[in-house]
């Protein structure tokens, strides 16, 4: 998971969660502990969509990509 920001005419990059072999649960809970917000807009990979409504009904804002 990266968080992406841009100011003016920079980008920033930010990874934030680089792991392997996480379930859905362990990914929501990560999010959890790093303090995101539910609201914040996410960006998952189209090809998953079990996996991106299953983390959306965790409560999170997340959309394909």
Request: proline share 3%.
């Amino acid at each position: 998971m990266t968080d992406v920001r841009i100011d003016d005419k920079d980008i920033y990059l930010d990874e934030l969660i680089y792991s392997t072999g996480l379930t859905n649960d362990d990914l929501s809970e990560k999010m959890s502990a790093l303090g995101l917000q539910t609201d914040v807009e996410i960006f998952a990979d189209s090809a998953e969509p079990k996996s991106i409504e299953e983390i959306y009904r965790k409560g999170w804002n997340v959309k394909p990509a």
